[in-house]
């Protein structure tokens, strides 16, 4: 038992940090780092109960998706040759530079 609290305790400081890595690589890494595998089969944790756990703690990391299309969309983290060019629909006529 103590293994798999080991990886529990590890598993969610990891999950805050990395939260753009997935929740399946997460658990395999830190599996793959506090596990020895002398230990017994029953000592290992599960490995899709960590995937839960660091889901859960990422939940509350990711922004919200918009609900509507009146939102900001900050440009500063666009790169600067991102792709920009003039488009028209049949109801109006927009210029994504501005």
Known sequence: MLTTTKVKVTVKP????DFFKSAATIGD???????????PVPSLPVPSNLVHAVNRCQQ???LQDPADLNFDLTEDFLPAD???KHYKTSSLTCDANG
């Open 29 to 39: 890494d830190v599996i793959m780092d506090k596990v020895n595998i002398d230990d």
């Open 60 to 62: 509350n990391l990711r």
């Open 82 to 84: 991102f792709f920009r």
């Open 14 to 17: 990891q999950a805050m940090q």
